[in-house]
């Protein structure tokens, strides 16, 4: 399929005429022929929709320090030259934007192409160039009763299982916390001999143990690009969650002791550095047995589940009140918000829980766009449904790169 494409690209190249050949048409026409249709129509309003000159971006940062390649485990790193071209009658500078604006679930296909494409691909060039570009794409990754670590990729529907985290027994049973910042999934938990933390590398595909931090469990967390925060733990506050929005970082809920409760929220001010709490922003009290406060920020606007009423709040910022929205599409109640996950998922608001029906146990990823308004009443669209997973999720990550 691949080769059929370089021919055709060839063709078609050759066909063009080189003086009014525009690179935004070698841009649409390597995208139509990758069969990424809501790639190319999202290309095609941006070029023409919005008159954005692409020969005008920016390359010189990236320019400046070419993709690394690493011919051998622990050896040196260095460029491979060629006379060849990643794609035919395009300069490679070119040729790289149209990778990065490809599918990224086509990259392990792209690097099977010949050396040049895997030295590309394994170098993890193409996903700075993505992030300069805008280029963001959010898989879901999961970790259920029944299943191990695995991958969902909304655009292709298609679920992946991660190779297996070479961990002990006791981390693989015990709590753990999990973060997924740039194309990193990190894992934290606790091992025979302490905690540790494992890390998930998107580029090469494998796990690896991370330093330890000076860190327990149960602490609020978030990401935002490729800065990762973590606040509170077992020690000190814990069952608190974490998030940013409008550029800060916000620690929300938890509690100070077994009855202590904090319903304040922590602002950080990251430019600043400073903390100021904000009173009556958590939506509900805790209890020693509830799960830490669900919530989820899209498109800068914070979003709970209130895990006793079953009900999404919105919260409204100018008067520091929370909204009811709609229902939850899973009972939250039942397990005092245990064993589901509540997440922001690109544009949309993502419940991840189990359900128990006549064929056994299953995951289903609901969602909803808080643009479209309530229109929808109580309903939600389904994303995805795994079959054979349990019906209680232990860690759930969004990575968006």
């Not at 015990?174 to 973060?179: F, G, I, R, V």
């Not at 894992?187 to 000076?214: H, K, Q």
Request: with cysteine; hydrophobic share 40%.
């Amino acid at each position: 399929m691949v080769g059929s494409t370089g021919c055709a690209l060839s063709q078609l190249f050759r066909s063009f005429d080189q003086d009014h050949c525009s690179f935004q048409r070698y841009l649409l026409t390597y995208l139509l022929l990758v069969k990424n249709g809501s790639l190319f129509e999202e290309v095609n309003e941006v070029i023409f929709g919005k008159e954005l000159n692409l020969l005008n971006l920016d390359l010189t940062d990236l320019t400046r320090r070419r993709p690394v390649y690493k011919r051998q485990p622990a050896s040196n790193y260095s460029v491979q030259k060629s006379n060849g071209c990643l794609l035919p009658a395009l300069v490679d500078d070119v040729a790289q934007v149209c990778l990065a604006l490809s599918c990224r679930s086509d990259y392990p296909s792209l690097a099977c192409v010949n050396k040049r494409f895997n030295w590309l691909i394994r170098s993890g060039y193409l996903y700075k160039l993505r992030r300069q570009l805008g280029v963001r794409e959010h898989w879901v990754y999961l970790a259920c009763s029944l299943m191990p670590w695995e991958a969902f990729d909304p655009v292709r529907q298609r679920w992946m299982r991660l190779p297996r985290m070479p961990c002990d027994e006791c981390f693989s049973y015990a709590d753990k916390e999990s973060l997924a910042v740039g194309t990193q999934l990190l894992v934290f938990g606790r091992e025979l001999t302490g905690f540790a933390i494992w890390m998930y590398n998107l580029v090469t595909c494998d796990w690896s143990r991370c330093p330890m931090m000076s860190l327990r469990c149960l602490f609020g967390s978030s990401s935002s690009g490729e800065i990762a925060i973590v606040a509170g733990g077992s020690d000190m506050r814990r069952l608190c969650s974490g998030f940013f929005m409008d550029g800060k970082f916000y620690v929300i809920g938890g509690m100070l002791s077994h009855t202590g409760f904090f319903n304040l929220c922590e602002e950080l001010n990251l430019k600043t550095r400073t903390w100021r709490r904000i009173r009556n922003m958590y939506p509900g009290g805790n209890r020693a047995t509830q799960s830490p406060p669900l919530v989820a920020v899209v498109k800068n606007q914070l979003y709970a589940a209130d895990q006793s009423t079953n009900e999404v709040k919105k919260y409204d910022k100018e008067n520091n009140t929370w909204n009811v929205v709609r229902p939850l599409p899973v009972r939250a109640d039942s397990s005092n918000g245990w064993g589901l996950a509540f997440k922001a998922c690109g544009d949309k608001l993502l419940v991840v829980g189990g359900h128990r029906g006549p064929q056994g146990e299953v995951i289903v990823l609901h969602y909803w766009r808080p643009e479209e308004g309530n229109m929808g009443g109580a309903d939600w669209d389904i994303l995805s449904i795994r079959e054979r997973a349990g019906a209680f999720v232990y860690n759930c990550a969004i990575m968006g790169c």
